[in-house]
């Protein structure tokens, strides 16, 4: 079974999914949800509370929800209550609020949107294109940062099939590997851009994004070179992503480059 983790967006809200290619369906974070419609700065309490009001009604429908791993806003990964679009459409019509029915339109569109990008892949590249355009974005940056998931893509499966796991392991070494170009690590970097949930990569400027690429495209060769088998002899072999020698961090404190 293949699950992809990603970020969807309700207006202007991060909503935490998986995508399992096996049973062909989505899985969305339950507390994310309740967050955006409930509007309320507590969802778990929320949540808490609306299962034993359910239990108490009679349903079961909380007693089916299930838990995968999804990545934290402390960049670790925790098991979390999901839901499937059909149990979604269910848990909503407890919670009172006047997102509910554009969130129906949302989730509707979401699956049909993955049906067709895996018809037709080249669907999902003009449509998460379409969205940074929207955002704002230069088409020189968007095709920088198309060119970096790509990149992205082809490390992750190279880790994967060195005995890497997703998650921590993952964020472990891109760390690393972000301290080798810039100086800071992820978090550093974060912090000194001032983002909280944000995508880093969606902050970055074209420079940082083509650094990041060669420190990711040299890991990934030297992978395929030399083929560590765990996840420790991958980290060892970071060592030869070579650091610049004046870093990033001391250039960007000295004049700060924005991504747009």
């Known amino acids: ?27 969305f974070s339950v507390i994310d949800i309740i967050g955006v419609l ?21 349903s079961q429908l909380s007693e089916k929800i299930g838990q995968l791993k999804m990545e934290s806003a402390d960049g670790k990964n925790y098991k979390t209550d999901v839901a499937d679009a059909e ?11 006047p997102k509910v029915e554009p969130f129906k339109l949302w989730l509707a569109q979401v699956g049909s949107e993955r049906i067709d990008e ?18 704002g974005y ?23 099939n060195r005995g890497v796991q997703k998650g ?48 990711e495209a040299t890991t990934t060769e030297i992978s395929k070179e030399k083929k560590p088998t765990s996840f420790d002899a991958s980290k060892k072999l970071l060592s030869r992503v070579v650091l610049l020698p004046e870093t990033l961090e001391r250039r960007l404190r000295k004049k700060p480059v924005k991504a747009l």
């Open 138 to 160: 230069s088409p020189a940056w968007i095709n920088q940062r198309l060119k970096s998931i790509e990149v992205r893509k082809e490390l992750t499966d190279e880790w994967e």
């Open 1 to 27: 079974m293949t699950k992809e983790n990603t970020i969807k967006i309700f207006e202007s809200n991060q909503v935490r999914s998986v995508w399992d290619s096996e049973e062909e369906k989505w899985y």
């Open 168 to 215: 921590q392991e993952f964020a472990i070494l891109t760390d690393e590997i972000t301290k080798a170009w810039s100086g800071f690590s992820t978090k550093e970097f974060k912090a000194f851009k001032n983002l909280k949930k944000e995508n880093l990569r969606d902050h970055m400027s074209n420079l940082e994004l083509v650094l990041n690429m060669l420190a």
């Open 118 to 135: 895996i018809d037709d892949p080249e669907r999902g590249i003009d449509r998460l294109m379409e969205t940074y355009l929207r955002k």
């Open 87 to 97: 149990q979604l459409f269910r848990l909503i019509q407890s919670i009172p609020s």
């Open 38 to 58: 409930a509007g309320t700065d507590r969802p778990r309490k929320y949540w808490n509370d609306l299962k034993k009001k359910l239990s108490k009604e009679g």
